[in-house]
C-alpha cells in the first residue's frame, strides 16, 4: 500500500464493465468510454433558536442513494433494450434481433466493473441490484460516433448492508 502524498496514486482509470440481467447470463456491455458512480444523501437540519440569529445545531441523514451512469460505444440489441425498456429479443422478419420499445417498466440486474488501467491503483465494482432506464436520446442520424446512455438506481442490499461493494489494488510505492 502506498502512502500519501505519492504520485504513483494518480490513476487514468479503464475497465471493463459487466451486466447480469435478474435470471439470465452475465454479459459484457462492450466499450464503456463513461460510467459514473453518483452517492447522494439527503440530511435533515435542525436550529436551535436559543440565541438572536438560527444557528444549525444538529444534520443527520434521512436518505441515502446510488446512482451508476454508463455511456456505451456498442449498439448491440442487447444495449439497445436496456435504453429502451424493451421485452426480451425475438428474432424479426429479417433474421436480426429484435425487441419491442417500452414494454418493460425496468431492467433489473446486477452491475460489475472490473479495473484494467495501466496508470495507478484499479478500482473493482460489484452493484448486485440495479435497476436500468433510459437517461439520455439514441441520435439515429449523426456525424459522430453513436452512444446510448443508461441509468441504474442502485438498491441497498439488505443482505450485505450496503449498496455493493469497492476493492482497490493500490499502486506499490517504488523502493530506491
Do not use: C, Q
Given at each position: 500500500?502506498a502512502?500519501?502524498?505519492?504520485?504513483?496514486?494518480?490513476?487514468?482509470?479503464?475497465?471493463?464493465?459487466?451486466?447480469?440481467?435478474?435470471?439470465?447470463?452475465?454479459?459484457?456491455?462492450?466499450?464503456?468510454?463513461?460510467i459514473?458512480?453518483?452517492?447522494?444523501?439527503?440530511?435533515?437540519?435542525?436550529?436551535?433558536?436559543?440565541?438572536?440569529?438560527r444557528?444549525?445545531?444538529?444534520?443527520?441523514?434521512?436518505?441515502?442513494?446510488?446512482?451508476?451512469?454508463?455511456?456505451?460505444?456498442?449498439?448491440?440489441?442487447?444495449?439497445?433494450?436496456?435504453?429502451?425498456?424493451?421485452?426480451?429479443?425475438?428474432?424479426?422478419?429479417?433474421?436480426?434481433?429484435?425487441?419491442?420499445?417500452?414494454?418493460?417498466?425496468?431492467?433489473?440486474?446486477?452491475?460489475?466493473?472490473?479495473?484494467?488501467?495501466?496508470?495507478?491503483?484499479?478500482?473493482?465494482?460489484?452493484?448486485?441490484?440495479v435497476?436500468f432506464?433510459?437517461?439520455?436520446?439514441?441520435?439515429?442520424?449523426?456525424?459522430?460516433?453513436?452512444?446510448?446512455?443508461?441509468?441504474?438506481?442502485?438498491?441497498?442490499?439488505?443482505?450485505?448492508?450496503?449498496?455493493?461493494?469497492?476493492e482497490?489494488?493500490?499502486?506499490?510505492?517504488?523502493?530506491?
Amino acid at each position: 500500500m502506498a502512502t500519501s502524498p505519492y504520485t504513483g496514486n494518480y490513476s487514468v482509470l479503464k475497465g471493463i464493465v459487466k451486466f447480469t440481467p435478474t435470471g439470465g447470463s452475465e454479459r459484457d456491455l462492450g466499450n464503456a468510454p463513461e460510467i459514473e458512480l453518483t452517492p447522494a444523501v439527503e440530511k435533515l437540519d435542525h436550529f436551535s433558536s436559543r440565541a438572536g440569529v438560527r444557528s444549525k445545531d444538529r444534520s443527520v441523514v434521512t436518505e441515502k442513494t446510488v446512482t451508476l451512469r454508463i455511456v456505451l460505444d456498442e449498439l448491440t440489441a442487447e444495449n439497445l433494450r436496456m435504453m429502451l425498456l424493451g421485452d426480451a429479443l425475438t428474432t424479426g422478419t429479417s433474421g436480426n434481433p429484435g425487441f419491442g420499445i417500452g414494454a418493460e417498466s425496468e431492467i433489473l440486474g446486477a452491475i460489475s466493473i472490473t479495473g484494467t488501467n495501466d496508470i495507478g491503483s484499479k478500482i473493482h465494482l460489484a452493484l448486485p441490484n440495479v435497476s436500468f432506464g433510459p437517461s439520455g436520446s439514441l441520435n439515429l442520424i449523426s456525424e459522430e460516433w453513436a452512444t446510448i446512455e443508461v441509468t441504474a438506481e442502485v438498491f441497498w442490499d439488505e443482505t450485505n448492508g450496503n449498496f455493493g461493494t469497492v476493492e482497490v489494488d493500490e499502486v506499490e510505492e517504488a523502493t530506491a
